[in-house]
């Protein structure tokens, strides 16, 4: 099933595209950035099996609303330094995160990559159904993952 396209944010980083893929894909990385810049990720809830088929997995504590923000997914196509997909179901129960139902609604991730020389390139795009006004919301607070990025590929 296509599933409609919501949004997509994109960004230019100073590193190899080695380095911007090993960021996106290997779990140590991810819990260190994949969260918007004033949150942070939760401690070993984030996995990544780079398969197709393989799970990914991450939290982001969110203490000002009282809860935690837990993503799932599975990794549905993969090509090196090119193309990650993957389903995304998201949670606020630590029960339905442990339990991984994956017949729950879900969109689909879409990040593309390009090598620019000394500097690499991503894209990510969401697809599938939000209520209106939320693509909006979820395109800026993607924007602040992507700046989190940019900030632990400086470190």
């Not at 935690?68 to 993957?86: M, N, Q, R, S």
């Not at 390009?114 to 500097?119: L, P, Q, T, V, Y």
Request: charged share 20%.
């Amino acid at each position: 099933m296509t599933q409609p396209f919501l949004y997509s944010v994109e960004r230019e980083y100073p590193v190899a595209i080695e380095r911007l893929w090993k960021a996106w894909t290997d779990a140590s990385e991810l819990e260190a950035w994949y969260f918007p810049v004033d949150l942070s990720a939760t401690k070993g809830a984030t996995t990544s099996d780079l398969e197709v088929g393989g799970l990914w997995t991450c939290g982001v504590e969110v203490p000002e609303h009282g809860f935690t923000a837990y993503f799932f997914g599975k990794y549905t196509t993969i090509v090196l330094h090119k193309l990650l997909e993957h389903t995304l179901h998201y949670t606020t129960s630590v029960e339905e995160f442990a339990a991984r139902d994956f017949s729950t609604e879900s969109h689909l991730i879409r990040i593309e990559f390009e090598s620019r020389g000394a500097h690499s390139w991503s894209k990510f795009s969401q697809f599938g159904e939000l209520p209106e006004g939320q693509a909006e919301m979820a395109q800026a607070g993607m924007n602040s993952y992507l700046e989190s990025l940019a900030n632990h590929l400086e470190r």
